[in-house]
């Protein structure tokens, strides 16, 4: 009997009977909906993967910055939840860098965010899901001032790393246990040398804390300017007694005109490390790259993946879940899928951005591994857009999970559905854009439209002739001229043959 190997994303879609259907589509489906929008002296996700969305399994939360000028900028603090994002704590004072959000053992909300020559200030919500009402954490002095903050979490225990004198720029990290609110450290790892070029100042770590100490990668910035000529990694234990080992997991040579940059790290189940970069040798192009440290040999293993953006990997709760890597290319976001552990990773098909308008999307933060977030179901990241100074930051979700392999046998067709069925639609409620599902047992003349509650038509799907099998088509709540319909729910309608079903939509703005 031949067989063909062969990966597909699957739609699961649930029947009438709760049976589970699984059907190749040539797109995965995303949700992406507009966070805030305002004018920013720097972009308001301004820096790499120092925590900035996180998950508590109810609500996703996000932080921003936002003022004109350096020294009278703020923060804010946004949640999303049932479809839609509001705005909760927010501060003045925030001068140079966006905070960092956490998430502590019983998911309160952990705000970490510095201040120009000053300690950095550590808030903590007061209870799970409240966005609004923050306890301040003292913070020593011994911390000194602090900039280029990173930070990440494993059950109670905050690991911070920044740069502390500014004249010095020599690499800290600071402990803290929040149930005691006890701190160890600030230990010195990297003391700058800027006695001759290329220089040793670690910039904009990257943080995975685990039982006895964290994973960190920091990028190494060669000179004054915005040159990076090495990406190094490290496991640090909580209390080091003695100099860090590190590991270079990309080079270039020289440093001008050349870029060497970490944006996130990743470690998955079987204890690979994965981090995340911007690689641009001497006279090649820049190019997003995937680097993979193998668990048994501790090598680096690097593949190109696409051309220069932002990425952040993303992996489901279970073991033999694939890789997935949302990244920002050009106007556009981008998905791509490795199910060999990072050796290979493909392009996914996902619906056009184009009807988003999308200006320049750069900074782009994923679920981070070392925030305490809870692992959704897909890939989610916040990502800022917009011509300087005006911004608008984005939030996007893709519909990944179930995903499967399987071997199919070209000699026995695929289940036909025993009767004709409206799944419910993905997202729901939804903002910018859902997935509507249906299965038809036998060719049919098919129409798939879109009511007001009152029964008129406000959009026509599809009209015409299918074939047997399952189905998905995407509205992005507009009528039929292409306006935006207002919040509220609609009716779906699906007529095929003699059965006409409805499902209701709720359409959020």
Known sequence: MRTM????????????????????????????????AGDSWVSSYWGYNAPKLVYDGEAYYTVALWGTEQATSSGAVYEYREGRWSRGYSWTGLNYQPGLLLLDSQQRLVLIYPRMNERPVVLRARAKGDCRQFDSVPVPASLGKAGYLGAGIHGDRVVLGYIGDPETYSFNIAVLDLQTQ?????????????????????????????????????????????????????????????????????????????????????????????????????????????????????????????????????????????????????????????ADQGGRWDAVNVPAFAPYDLVSPFFLHGIHPG????????????????????????????????TASAVLDTEVPPRRPQAVTLYPNWPNPFNAATMIGFSLPGPATVQLTIHTLGGQEVARLFDGRQPAGTQARRWDGRDAAGHELASGVYLCRLSAGEAVLTRKLLLLR
């Open 182 to 338: 006890q701190w160890t450290g600030p230990y010195t790892l990297a003391r700058a040398q800027r006695r001759q070029e290329p220089y040793t100042t670690w910039l904009y770590p990257i943080i995975l804390p685990d039982e006895t100490g964290f994973h960190l990668a920091v990028s190494n910035n060669a000179d004054l300017s915005s040159y990076y000529d090495r990406i190094l990694y490290a496991w640090v234990p909580y209390a080091p007694t003695a100099p860090v080992q590190t590991e270079e997991v990309a080079r270039v040579t020289p440093w001008t005109a050349s870029l060497a940059f970490a944006e996130a790290m990743w470690r998955g189940p079987d204890g690979s490390v994965y981090i995340t970069g911007q690689y641009q040798p001497a006279g090649a192009a820049n190019q997003l790259c995937v680097y993979r440290r193998d668990p048994q040999s501790g090598q680096w293993h690097s593949q190109a993946v696409d051309g220069a953006g932002v990425g952040a990997v993303f992996q489901g709760t279970a073991d033999a879940d694939p890789l997935w890597l949302v990244n920002t290319y050009g106007n556009q976001l981008h998905l791509h899928r490795s």
């Open 5 to 36: 190997r062969t990966w597909w994303l699957g739609l699961w879609l649930a029947g009438s009977t709760g049976q589970l259907l699984a059907q190749s589509v040539a797109e995965v489906p995303y949700e992406l909906t507009r966070i805030d």
């Open 371 to 402: 925030s305490g977030s809870v692992m959704p179901e897909g890939p989610a990241a916040v990502f800022s857009a917009g011509s300087h100074p005006h911004y608008q930051l984005w939030f996007v979700r893709f519909q990944t999970q179930p």
